[in-house]
């Protein structure tokens, strides 16, 4: 049962839990009222739910591969991400090229995408960023300790990437009687400086680990900038902004991203 809290006593803690309750089926309690403006505040933590689900992959994959060969293991954990996310971006992936493949004006293309239903666009778009997660993930796991750092930078970076599509694009309003998701639709500076602190601190601590060289890190930064700009564009210029089924888009791309960069570094 949720307690009517005051929006200011709601502690940090408790912003983290509604940002993995949002971005992921793991089961938290939250005490308090949910609120629009507690989710923009949640939004800052969007990436260290990110760097979570990267632990529960990289945690998952080195059991499978005690006991079923690379390939096995590598689908196996892609599985446990679809679980434990409820395949939440790879719904909008989906839903926007049917949207964007399917319609001609903004409205057909914001109508297409809050149908349930699954088109050829969004299955053919589906099924290929599947294939090249799995390629992708198989070609680095000749090395352990590479693979399981690939799959922290792609988990936790989307994130980022995604969720700092915010601060740069107005949201495509849609009415009331369709399909709307809940949706985070202000970043404040302070949640954009602790969005991109996450990412940066996960980047620090690889290089000094030396599972990552620096200079792979400054071409992931560039691939990611350069692809913030083209998805800041393309959205602005198929829906004059973006919906929540765009920052999903945005993760998917950003993830595999940053495995086809790692494959072609390593």
């Known amino acids: 049962m949720h307690s009517n809290l005051d929006e200011n006593k709601v502690t940090q ?22 609120s629009t403006v507690h989710l923009n ?11 979570l689900l990267g632990g529960l992959l990289a945690l998952s994959y080195c059991v499978f591969q005690l006991l079923f060969p690379l390939s ?24 926007v090229w049917d949207g964007f493949g399917g319609g001609w004006q903004v409205e057909q293309k914001l109508t297409i995408m809050k149908d349930s239903r699954l088109g ?11 294939l090249i997660k799995f390629q992708s993930l198989l070609l680095l796991s000749n090395s352990l300790l590479g693979v399981l750092s690939a799959i922290l930078l792609g988990q936790c970076l989307s994130r980022m990437v995604a969720t700092s599509l915010i601060i740069s694009m107005d949201y495509v309003s849609e009415d009331a009687t369709s399909k709307v998701k809940p949706l985070a639709m202000h970043l404040s500076n302070s949640s954009l ?7 940066a601190v996960l980047l620090v601590s690889l290089i000094a680990a030396s599972l990552v060289l620096w200079q792979t890190a400054l071409i992931l930064i560039a691939v990611l900038l350069i692809l913030r700009v083209i998805l800041i564009r393309w959205f602005k210029r198929q829906l004059g902004g973006y919906t929540g089924d765009c920052l999903g888009a945005a993760q998917q791309l950003s993830e595999i991203a940053i495995y086809l960069t790692l494959v072609s570094v390593l």
Not at 42 to 51: D, M, N, T
């Open 72 to 95: 096995i293991s590598i689908l196996l954990m892609m599985a446990i991400g679809l679980l434990l996310t409820g395949a939440f971006h790879e719904d909008g992936w989906a839903d």
């Open 41 to 51: 505040q949640a939004s800052r933590y969007f990436a260290l739910v990110g760097l």
């Open 13 to 34: 803690w408790q912003l983290l839990l509604l940002a993995i309750s949002f971005l992921t089926r793991i089961p938290v309690e939250l005490r308090f009222d949910v």
């Open 120 to 130: 050829t666009y969004g299955a053919a778009a589906l099924f290929i960023i599947l």
């Open 193 to 199: 400086t602790i969005l991109l602190l996450t990412a």
